[in-house]
């Protein structure tokens, strides 16, 4: 159980144009889930935390023009990467924490993103 | 001072040795405490979940809290190759109802065989 995957797993993209990644919770239904970002060798980032049916929480420093996120619904949540630049490439991984279950997560396997 | 602390490592040991792995912390509203294995390019794969003080066993694996010292602890006993990963400590604390976790930078483990 608790089960959580990302779409897609890997994209190269030219400079300027926008980039959609999906999270969806396969197992479990989930109120709440987190967007990071991981440099290499480098910890987590936290970007957002993104609630269903409301606004996401953006973290200091993050541009929320720039990393649009939807959460339309109990398993789903996307982030969007807006007129992507080289700088934006990064290792993107979504997180999901169970509804009613406030103290884990469970990490989808993460979108390398690679822009040119 | 940062507010998670873990030694990135690398750490090299034999095959069969027992790993110890650490984190200190300096907040102390800190309750819920996380092991995560992460294997390259792949997303984080939780591996034990303590709140609070004391220790929790899960096969050979072992984690320890001591609030009192703000250090955590995980303990890979019979160590396999398998075992290699990178290592994230995470917390959180009820602050807000947020539960948003804190994360170490993580410790590079080797098995070798």
């Known amino acids: 159980g608790a089960v959580v995957s990302q779409h897609p797993s890997r994209v190269i993209c030219k400079s300027g144009t926008s980039v959609k990644i999906e999270c969806r919770s396969l197992?479990?239904?989930?109120?709440?889930m987190f967007w990071y970002r991981q440099f290499p060798k480098q910890s987590l980032m936290l970007m957002a935390t993104s609630n269903e049916g409301s606004k996401a929480t953006y973290e200091q420093g993050v541009e929320k023009d720039k990393f649009l996120i939807n959460h339309a619904s109990l398993t789903l949540s996307t982030l969007t990467v807006t007129s992507a630049h080289p700088e934006d490439s990064s290792f993107y991984i979504c997180?999901?924490?169970?509804?009613?279950?406030?103290?884990?997560?469970?990490f989808g396997p993460g979108t390398r993103l690679l822009v040119l | 001072q940062k507010e998670v602390e873990q030694d990135p490592g690398p750490l090299s040991v034999p095959e069969g040795a027992i790993v110890s792995l650490n984190c200190t912390y300096s907040?102390?509203?800190?309750?819920?405490f996380m092991w995560y294995r992460q294997y390259s390019r792949k997303g984080p794969e939780l591996l034990m979940y303590?709140?609070?003080?004391g220790n929790k066993e899960d096969g050979r694996f072992t984690a320890q809290v001591d609030k009192s010292s703000k250090y955590i602890s995980l303990f890979i006993r019979d160590s396999q190759p398998s075992d290699s990963a990178t290592y994230l400590c995470a917390m959180s604390d009820s602050g807000a109802g947020s539960y948003q976790l804190t994360f170490g930078k993580g410790t590079k483990l080797s098995v070798i065989p």
């Open positions: 997180s999901a924490r169970p509804t009613g279950a406030q103290e884990t997560q469970y």
């Open positions: 303590t709140y609070s003080s």
């Open positions: 197992d479990f239904q989930a109120t709440t």
């Open positions: 907040n102390s509203a800190f309750q819920y």
